[in-house]
C-alpha cells in the first residue's frame, strides 16, 4: 500500500497542505472557547458553524502508533477503555500530527485523564496549550474530510498559519449507526499576535512592547487576511524603526511553527553519523523530492561560518508556471498571511519567522545558538525566492 494514501482517500501530503453547533462547543472539556466576536463572511447553507478555541494544557493518556485505515483504531481503543477505566476526564480523542518520519498517518488515539495511566502501551503526557478552529461534524468518519477542508480554507481566508496538529473528538460514536456520529474536528494554528507580543515583551520590556503592538488587541481568529496584513506591517514597520537587526531576528524567528522534534532528530542522527552538512542537505533534498514541494528554490550551502538556506515553494508547480510576482507569490509562501493577502506590503524582515522554523533545524544539528542572520532574498522585495544567512561565531 502506498504509505501515503489511504484512511478514507485521503493523501497524507494533501492533508499536510491544508496546513493541514451548540452540542460539543457547549460542554468541551478540554477546550476553551475563544472571543465569538467575528468578521466572517457568513457561512455557505449547510456548512458547519466554526468557533475558535484554546485547548489548555491536558494530561493525556494514548496509544501513538502509524495508521493506514482507521479500522487499526479499534483494537487500541479497546486497549485505552479497559486501561484508563475511571481516569478517563473527557471523550475519546484522535490526534493527527504532520511533519514527523513516518510511514502512513502518524497517529494518536487516547483520552484526557485524571491522572497518569502506567499500564504497558498507553503513553500519559501533557498536550501543549494550542489554538485551534473548531466545528462539529455529524456524519460518517468517511465524510470527515468536507469539515476538515472547510477549516483550513476559513483559517487561510483569515491569515492564519496551520500548527501541524489535526485532532478529532468523538462526542458521539455511533459504529451500528454511523450517520448519526458527531466528531468535532479541530485543526490547530499558531495564535501570531499573543506569540509575538510575548517575545516583544521578553527582547524589548513591556513599554516598548506595547508601542509595537498597538492596535493588535482588535485582531482576533476571526479577523480576515488584509486587515490582519494590515496590522502586521504597521507592527513590523514600528519594530524596524526602534530595533537592531539582531533583535529583529531574536524576535521574529520565535514566531514561528513548532517543529516536531521527530523531524528534527531524524536530520541530528544524519549529521551525527555523516559529520558533514552536505549530507542533512542530500537527506532533505531526497525527501522533499517525493512531495508536492520538490526542494529548496535556493540549494543550501554551509561553509563552517555561514549557513545559507532558502525554503520550498509551497507549490512547485504553481510556482514554476508563474508568469508574474503575485502568481509566484502566492505559489510560493507557506505563510497564508503573505500568501492569501491581495497586496502585501509588509518589509521582508518579517521573513525572520521562516527563518525561525529552520532555525529549529539547525541550532540542535550543528549544536549553537545563531545569533546573527541576514534576509538575502524575500519574496516581499521582489525576490523569487526567500533566502537567509545564519552566521555562526
Same mark, same amino acid.
Given at each position: 500500500?502506498?504509505?501515503?494514501? /489511504?484512511?478514507?482517500?485521503?493523501?497524507?501530503?494533501? $492533508?499536510?497542505?491544508?496546513?493541514?453547533?451548540?452540542?460539543?462547543? !457547549?460542554?468541551?472539556?478540554?477546550?476553551?472557547?475563544?472571543?465569538?466576536?467575528?468578521? @466572517?463572511?457568513?457561512?455557505?447553507? /449547510? %456548512?458547519?458553524?466554526?468557533?475558535?478555541?484554546?485547548?489548555?494544557?491536558?494530561? @493525556?493518556?494514548?496509544?501513538?502508533? &502509524?495508521? *493506514?485505515?482507521?479500522?487499526?483504531?479499534?483494537?487500541?481503543? !479497546?486497549?485505552?477503555? =479497559? !486501561?484508563?477505566?475511571?481516569?478517563?476526564?473527557? &471523550?475519546?480523542?484522535?490526534?493527527?500530527?504532520?511533519?514527523?518520519?513516518?510511514?502512513? @498517518?502518524?497517529?494518536?488515539? /487516547? @483520552?484526557?485523564?485524571?491522572?497518569?495511566?502506567?499500564?504497558?502501551?498507553?503513553?500519559?503526557?501533557?498536550?501543549?496549550?494550542?489554538?485551534?478552529?473548531?466545528?462539529?461534524?455529524?456524519?460518517?468518519?468517511?465524510?470527515?474530510?468536507?469539515?476538515?477542508?472547510? $477549516?483550513?480554507?476559513?483559517?487561510?481566508?483569515?491569515?492564519?498559519?496551520?500548527?501541524?496538529?489535526?485532532?478529532?473528538?468523538?462526542?458521539?460514536?455511533? $459504529?451500528?449507526?454511523?450517520?448519526? *456520529?458527531?466528531?468535532?474536528?479541530?485543526? *490547530?494554528?499558531?495564535?501570531?499576535?499573543?506569540?509575538?507580543?510575548?517575545?516583544?515583551?521578553?527582547?524589548? /520590556?513591556?513599554?516598548?512592547?506595547?508601542?509595537?503592538?498597538?492596535?493588535?488587541?482588535?485582531?482576533?481568529?476571526?479577523?480576515?487576511?488584509?486587515?490582519?496584513?494590515?496590522?502586521?506591517?504597521?507592527?513590523?514597520?514600528?519594530? =524596524?524603526?526602534?530595533?537592531?537587526?539582531?533583535?529583529?531576528?531574536?524576535?521574529?524567528?520565535?514566531?514561528?511553527?513548532?517543529?516536531?522534534?521527530?523531524?528534527?532528530?531524524?536530520?541530528?542522527?544524519?549529521?551525527?553519523?555523516? =559529520?558533514?552538512?552536505?549530507?542533512? #542537505?542530500?537527506?532533505?533534498?531526497? =525527501?522533499?523530492?517525493?512531495?508536492?514541494?520538490?526542494?529548496?528554490?535556493?540549494?543550501?550551502?554551509?561553509?563552517?561560518?555561514?549557513?545559507?538556506?532558502?525554503?520550498?515553494?509551497?507549490?512547485?508547480?504553481?510556482?514554476?508556471?508563474?508568469?508574474?510576482?503575485?502568481?509566484?507569490?502566492?505559489?510560493?509562501?507557506?505563510?497564508?498571511?503573505?500568501?492569501?493577502?491581495? %497586496?502585501?506590503?509588509?518589509?521582508?524582515? #518579517?521573513?525572520?519567522?521562516?527563518?525561525?522554523?529552520?532555525?529549529?533545524?539547525?541550532?540542535?544539528?550543528?549544536?549553537?545558538?545563531?545569533?546573527?542572520? $541576514?534576509?538575502?532574498?524575500?519574496?516581499?522585495?521582489?525576490?523569487?525566492?526567500?533566502?537567509? %544567512?545564519?552566521?555562526?561565531?
Amino acid at each position: 500500500m502506498n504509505p501515503n494514501t /489511504g484512511l478514507d482517500g485521503w493523501d497524507r501530503r494533501a $492533508l499536510v497542505a491544508l496546513g493541514l453547533r451548540g452540542l460539543a462547543l !457547549a460542554s468541551l472539556p478540554p477546550c476553551i472557547l475563544l472571543d465569538p466576536t467575528r468578521s @466572517f463572511a457568513m457561512p455557505a447553507e /449547510g %456548512d458547519p458553524e466554526i468557533e475558535a478555541l484554546v485547548r489548555p494544557e491536558t494530561l @493525556f493518556a494514548g496509544i501513538r502508533r &502509524p495508521i *493506514s485505515d482507521r479500522k487499526e483504531l479499534e483494537p487500541r481503543i !479497546a486497549v485505552l477503555e =479497559k !486501561a484508563c477505566g475511571s481516569k478517563i476526564s473527557g &471523550p475519546l480523542t484522535h490526534i493527527f500530527r504532520f511533519d514527523t518520519p513516518v510511514e502512513g @498517518f502518524d497517529s494518536e488515539i /487516547g @483520552f484526557p485523564v485524571s491522572e497518569p495511566v502506567t499500564t504497558e502501551g498507553v503513553t500519559t503526557h501533557t498536550l501543549r496549550s494550542m489554538h485551534f478552529y473548531s466545528a462539529v461534524h455529524e456524519g460518517p468518519t468517511d465524510s470527515l474530510r468536507e469539515t476538515i477542508g472547510l $477549516l483550513y480554507r476559513r483559517l487561510y481566508e483569515a491569515g492564519l498559519s496551520a500548527e501541524l496538529e489535526l485532532v478529532e473528538v468523538y462526542h458521539d460514536r455511533n $459504529l451500528e449507526r454511523p450517520a448519526e *456520529s458527531r466528531t468535532q474536528v479541530m485543526a *490547530s494554528f499558531l495564535a501570531w499576535p499573543e506569540v509575538y507580543r510575548e517575545q516583544l515583551v521578553r527582547a524589548l /520590556g513591556n513599554e516598548k512592547a506595547r508601542a509595537i503592538w498597538q492596535g493588535g488587541e482588535r485582531i482576533t481568529p476571526y479577523t480576515q487576511v488584509d486587515e490582519r496584513c494590515a496590522w502586521v506591517a504597521a507592527s513590523i514597520d514600528r519594530l =524596524k524603526a526602534s530595533t537592531s537587526v539582531d533583535q529583529q531576528f531574536d524576535i521574529l524567528s520565535r514566531v514561528a511553527l513548532i517543529r516536531p522534534q521527530e523531524d528534527v532528530m531524524q536530520y541530528k542522527e544524519v549529521y551525527a553519523r555523516e =559529520k558533514d552538512m552536505a549530507a542533512v #542537505f542530500r537527506a532533505q533534498h531526497e =525527501k522533499m523530492s517525493k512531495t508536492r514541494f520538490g526542494s529548496f528554490a535556493d540549494p543550501p550551502t554551509f561553509d563552517g561560518k555561514v549557513l545559507h538556506v532558502s525554503k520550498p515553494p509551497y507549490n512547485r508547480e504553481r510556482y514554476l508556471a508563474a508568469e508574474t510576482q503575485t502568481d509566484r507569490r502566492k505559489a510560493y509562501c507557506f505563510c497564508s498571511l503573505v500568501r492569501e493577502a491581495s %497586496d502585501p506590503h509588509i518589509d521582508p524582515i #518579517f521573513c525572520y519567522r521562516a527563518a525561525g522554523w529552520a532555525r529549529q533545524l539547525y541550532e540542535p544539528i550543528l549544536e549553537v545558538e545563531f545569533e546573527r542572520c $541576514l534576509i538575502t532574498h524575500s519574496i516581499l522585495k521582489g525576490d523569487p525566492f526567500c533566502a537567509w %544567512d545564519y552566521h555562526l561565531a
